[in-house]
């Protein structure tokens, strides 16, 4: 079947701007988009430039935006991403600096990874065991779905807190965090959570973009498991796991969300600067007949609410 690649194009060697080059592809639309460029590299044009390795999902190479989505394209079966008008559009993938058509700078991403240590700290020396440590199943189930990342930044690509915040450490470098973080073979975890803490952790905004794994890693729930270890560690004087822990308090003893209570927890209740500054947002608020009541009067049946958060064991500020 006939199609068209439409590739982004730019060189910063000697491009000022991108641009776009459309190729024809006459190939079984049951191939994948790498199939396609690899094709169009060898028979067309040898100066298309991307990455690529195991074409078998494993070594996360070819990760880059097809269609607006990023993915991997070495298991994007073409037929699955063909538009109507049997059209491709294949870009580098955002959040980074393109360096040469479909390859980017890797560095922002390595960069936040290598902060964590990405190997285990153990307490001891390898000496001191006469065999391997051992991992009883249970522990290293935790582990498993993070150990099946394969490093390829889809996530980091689409990250709209990446995009909006470069200093944010990003989804798989905070994946990372939590595979050493509840490792029990690791002593380094209070320090790794104060690490990936101090990398804005808790800038994440729980979007769920990185649902989008192509290895099914889905670090969400990892976030959610990082910034409760943080807690753990007593790791709380900042704004974010305040909020968190102001949050669970109102709603665990009245059954709703208490405005005022979670304005004074988050900024910190002696913290005069801070509530000065978030005054005018008050006065906005009063001005408008918004001010919520400063108690409120707890739902009925708000124990069993309490009995979740307990059952659960939510941190809750006291």
């Not at 190939?27 to 060898?42: I, Q």
């Not at 996360?60 to 073409?78: H, K, Q, V, Y």
């Not at 955002?94 to 040469?100: E, I, L, S, T, V």
Request: net charge negative; with cysteine; proline share 7%.
């Amino acid at each position: 079947m006939s199609f068209s690649l439409d590739i982004y194009r730019f060189d910063q060697a000697t491009d000022e701007v991108p641009h776009r080059d459309r190729v024809e592809c006459d190939l079984p639309t049951t191939m994948t988009v790498l199939d396609a460029l690899e094709n169009v590299k060898a028979e067309k044009d040898g100066s298309i430039s991307f990455r690529r390795s195991c074409r078998s999902a494993i070594c996360g190479s070819c990760a880059m935006n097809i269609n607006g989505t990023t993915g991997l394209a070495c298991r994007t079966p073409i037929d699955s991403v063909l538009r109507s008008d049997n059209t491709i559009a294949v870009d580098p993938m955002p959040n980074f600096q393109p360096m040469k058509d479909l390859v980017v700078h890797m560095d922002p991403f390595w960069d936040k990874y290598s902060r964590l240590k990405p190997y285990l700290q153990p307490k001891d020396s390898d000496s001191d065991h006469q065999t391997e440590r051992r991992v009883s199943p249970e522990d290293m189930q935790k582990l498993v779905a993070v150990a099946n990342c394969v490093m390829c930044a889809t996530c980091y690509a689409l990250c709209p807190v990446v995009s909006v915040d470069p200093a944010f450490a990003g989804p798989a470098a905070i994946a990372y965090a939590y595979r050493f973080i509840e490792d029990v073979r690791d002593s380094k975890r209070k320090e790794r959570a104060a690490q990936i803490s101090d990398d804005f952790l808790w800038l994440c905004a729980h979007c769920y973009a990185c649902s989008y794994c192509p290895k099914h890693v889905d670090p969400q729930d990892d976030i959610i498991a990082v910034k409760r270890a943080t807690i753990e560690e007593g790791l709380v004087d900042h704004p974010g796991p305040r909020h968190a822990l102001v949050i669970a308090k109102t709603i665990k003893h009245t059954g709703m969300l208490h405005e005022t209570e979670v304005i004074q927890g988050t900024v910190g209740r002696f913290n005069i600067k801070g509530l000065i500054k978030v005054a005018p947002f008050g006065i906005r608020l009063a001005l408008a007949g918004k001010i919520p009541p400063l108690f409120l009067k707890p739902v009925p049946k708000v124990n069993e609410i309490a009995m979740i958060f307990d059952t659960l064991e939510v941190p809750v500020l006291a």
